[in-house]
């Protein structure tokens, strides 16, 4: 059994900064990839970004430059810092834990970027 347990979220005004994070935990021998992804109302989950097994990373373009994700190897932990948020931002953010027979997903914490 496999949990993701998320933290971070809240309200920040437009062009400040949260930091989410995501600890595993159970019975995970390899990690393919984990990150987060993002809904807002109304539309698609989203990447926003992952950083798989080898430790190369991917993001969104709309959050490049803007966001970090690092990660624990040794807690399982992946942390997302977002800088210069804006209100487009405004999502339910969902870890993402990919193993390489099965994928987990976390229940989710809400950011809004609002004044």
């Known amino acids: 059994q496999v949990q993701l347990v998320e933290s971070g979220g809240g309200l920040v005004q437009p062009g400040g900064s949260l930091r989410l994070s995501c600890a595993a935990s159970?019975?995970?021998?390899?990690?393919?990839?984990m990150g987060w992804y993002r809904q807002a109302p109304g539309k698609q989950r989203e990447l926003v970004a992952a950083?798989?097994?080898?430790?190369?990373?991917n993001y969104a373009d709309s959050v490049k430059g803007r966001f970090t994700l690092s990660r624990d190897n040794a807690k399982n932990t992946v942390f997302l810092q977002m800088n210069s948020l804006k209100p487009e931002d405004t999502a339910v953010y969902y870890c993402?834990?990919?193993?390489?027979?099965?994928?987990?997903w976390g229940q989710g914490t809400q950011v809004t970027v609002s004044s």
């Open positions: 950083i798989f097994g080898i430790g190369s990373t």
């Open positions: 993402n834990l990919q193993l390489p027979s099965k994928m987990y």
């Open positions: 159970g019975s995970i021998f390899s990690i393919s990839a």
